[in-house]
């Protein structure tokens, strides 16, 4: 981590950060997708746990905590410290591990809100980062979030998840990789690093969103039914989520990165800039993907218009073919008596073979013209 100028004091337990200095909370009111499906067991909250990174000259060491006061016990040490929180099944407890971090009530605040806006902001002595990971169920409609809260200070970083079952088992890996270079370990790198982890589960839920656009896109033009816009409609919904959570991004990260944040090295910032050209690439897949619902409702119209003159055509044909069938059998199904057919011994087969003659007559010139082909594309192969 970069080092503070002499006019920079280091965050020291018990300083405060002055209150125009601390973000207000923007919490949700509707949460942006549905839980994943193991918390839904627990109400929506996971039992909490937390597990602590520490990083002495030597080696990293790792320790499983579970009260406030087994988390008390590691504070006094001076060394680096990644603290992973998760699950919010005991919001009290994390409130009291928080407490004892030193950090102002209103950061606080924020950490232990959920669901929350996602953002990117700084106070006097700390970085926070809210941010939602995105995941696609077995049913591409259904969107599954996770929200993490993550703060950065001098020698600590702390991240909050609900959902326990993610780990940073590729992070921890690289750091214990690195057990010989731990003095080249910062905690400013660690945390773009796991917002950047964060990101990435982004692309995945993308790629499959739009390969089941596509999918969708090709029912939509051989057999277009109802439940097709209706699961158009849902992903269409589920991209303005994800987009509502990605635009605050853009412009927070341009505004961070404006700032001269001390407890940012120059390798940290460089790749906060990266993030930013990350967040931007995301949004232009999303337009591409809001490119695709666009098509697949126009392919939808289209082709639910070719059915439908497919089948007024095909009335036109039977109305065309027994109008003048009709005609004949009315002039003599009249209840004149100087009607001089009526006296006739074969009038009724004559009647019959005249109507049969005009009807294959008629047939025969619409088929011709090429009325009896089908237009509508529904027994073609996609492509072909």
């Given at each position: 981590m970069s080092e503070p100028t002499s006019d920079q004091s280091l965050f020291k337990p018990g300083?405060?950060?002055?209150?125009?200095?601390?973000?207000?909370?923007?919490?949700?009111?509707?949460?942006?997708?549905?839980?994943?499906?193991?918390?839904?067991?627990?109400?929506?909250?996971?039992?909490?746990?937390?597990?602590?990174?520490?990083?002495?000259?030597?080696?990293?060491?790792?320790?499983?905590?579970?009260?406030?006061?087994?988390?008390?016990?590691?504070?006094?040490?001076?060394?680096?410290?990644?603290?992973?929180?998760?699950?919010?099944?005991?919001?009290?407890?994390?409130?009291?591990?928080?407490?004892?971090?030193?950090?102002?009530?209103?950061?606080?605040d924020i950490l232990v809100t959920f669901p929350q806006k996602s953002r990117v902001t700084s106070t006097n002595n700390c970085v926070l980062a809210v941010l939602h990971e995105f995941s696609l169920a077995s049913d591409p409609t259904h969107l599954i979030s996770t929200q993490?809260?993550?703060?950065?200070?001098?020698?600590?970083?702390?991240?909050?998840?609900?959902?326990?079952?993610r780990s940073f088992n590729d992070l921890e890996a690289w750091l214990n990789v690195k057990t010989n270079h731990l003095k080249e370990i910062d905690l400013d790198n660690l945390f773009h690093f796991v917002i950047d982890d964060i990101l990435d589960s982004y692309l995945p839920m993308l790629e499959s969103m739009s390969v089941f656009l596509d999918d969708l896109e090709e029912r939509a033009l051989l057999k277009p039914k109802p439940s097709i816009l209706n699961k158009a409609y849902q992903v269409r919904f589920n991209h303005r989520v994800t987009r509502r959570q990605l635009w605050p991004l853009r412009n927070e990260l341009i505004i961070f990165l404006r700032q001269s944040q001390r407890l940012l090295g120059p390798v940290a910032r460089d790749g906060l800039h990266d993030m930013a050209d990350h967040v931007n690439t995301l949004l232009e897949i999303g337009d591409s993907i809001r490119l695709q619902l666009n098509s697949i409702t126009e392919a939808y119209m289209a082709s639910t218009g070719n059915v439908m003159n497919q089948i007024i055509k095909t009335l036109t044909i039977v109305s065309t073919?027994?109008?003048?069938?009709?005609?004949?059998?009315?002039?003599?199904?009249?209840?004149?008596?100087?009607?001089?057919?009526?006296?006739?011994?074969?009038?009724?087969?004559?009647?019959?073979?005249?109507m049969s003659l005009i009807a294959l007559f008629q047939a025969y010139f619409l088929w011709k013209r090429g009325w009896f082909q089908d237009l509508s594309g529904r027994s073609r192969k996609f492509g072909s």
């Open positions: 300083d405060r950060l002055s209150p125009d200095s601390i973000p207000e909370p923007l919490p949700l009111l509707e949460r942006p997708g549905n839980l994943p499906a193991h918390l839904f067991l627990h109400g929506g909250k996971a039992p909490f746990s937390c597990k602590i990174l520490q990083f002495n000259d030597e080696q990293v060491s790792t320790f499983n905590v579970r009260t406030s006061e087994d988390l008390q016990e590691f504070l006094p040490s001076q060394s680096l410290m990644w603290l992973q929180f998760r699950g919010l099944g005991n919001l009290e407890c994390l409130r009291r591990c928080l407490s004892l971090l030193s950090l102002d009530q209103s950061v606080v993490y809260n993550l703060v950065l200070t001098n020698r600590m970083l702390i991240t909050i998840q609900e959902n326990p079952q073919i027994f109008a003048p069938l009709t005609f004949i059998a009315g002039i003599y199904g009249m209840n004149f008596e100087n009607m001089p057919e009526l006296k006739w011994k074969y009038g009724y087969l004559y009647s019959l073979v005249l």
